[in-house]
């Protein structure tokens, strides 16, 4: 299957300060690619879906402000968390989707995730 | 009402048995269904998908969909101790957003 990775895989931080997660699509073109977050022993939940070359699409309840979502090209989409707290510390996973089967179906192929504490 | 429901488990099964996990959700207009293992601390893998009404079988895995009744199922047979892990339904909707249920544990023993 394709291959999506993140950088990093793990970031601290202390509170207050930005961090930002990359998100490529290493051997297929993703116009859309999606950012979760899942907290211990939850799902993950949608936050947003970033486009390329357009704004990204923020989930209810996500503040778009906070979670600023960049997708400059077909192969990378980049989250930053601004002026982290310890309450965002969390799991943050992006997804890109392909084209699968010729049946108009689209598989969502994620990356390893980056774990991020904020002390 | 959640988008949609998994019981969280924990499923026990002993191994070589086979394991039988379901999924409801809510939206008729969900287009397509997947079932993502996911270990702790890693990235959900996806073991298959589904987007017709009956069964998808891929090697050890069958997924069953049943539209009508909004269920989803996904049956391990010869279960290993390495399918261990939290398994996850996922739907697609519009604008190809997916949308997860809280998952499921599969604990096989040895």
């Known amino acids: 299957g394709a291959v999506v990775s993140q950088h990093p895989s793990w970031v601290i931080c202390k509170s207050g300060t930005s961090v930002k997660i990359e998100c490529r699509s290493l051997d297929f073109q993703a116009t859309t690619m999606f950012w979760y977050r899942q907290f211990p022993k939850q799902s993950l939940m949608l936050m947003a879906t970033s486009n390329e070359g357009s704004k990204a699409t923020y989930e209810q309840g996500v503040e778009k402000d906070k979670f600023l979502i960049n997708h400059a090209s077909l192969t990378l989409s980049t989250l930053t968390v601004t002026s982290a707290h310890p309450e965002d510390s969390s799991f943050y996973i992006c997804?890109?989707?392909?084209?699968?089967?010729?049946?108009?179906?689209?598989?969502?192929?994620f990356g390893p995730g980056t774990r991020l504490t904020v002390t | 009402q959640k988008e949609v429901e998994q019981n969280s488990g924990p499923l026990s099964v002993p191994e070589g048995a086979i394991a039988s996990l379901n999924c409801t959700y809510s939206d008729r207009g969900s287009q397509s269904f997947f079932w993502y293992r996911q270990y702790s601390g890693k990235s959900p893998e996806l073991i298959m998908f589904i987007y017709s009404n009956g069964d998808k079988e891929d090697g050890r895995f069958t997924a069953q969909l049943n539209k009508a009744s909004q269920y989803v199922s996904l049956l391990i047979r010869d279960s290993q101790p390495s399918d261990s892990a939290t398994y996850l339904c996922a739907v697609r909707r519009v604008f190809n957003k997916f949308y997860f249920g809280s998952g499921t544990k599969l604990n096989v023993k040895p």
């Open positions: 997804s890109a989707r392909d084209l699968v089967g010729g049946q108009g179906t689209y598989e969502q192929y």
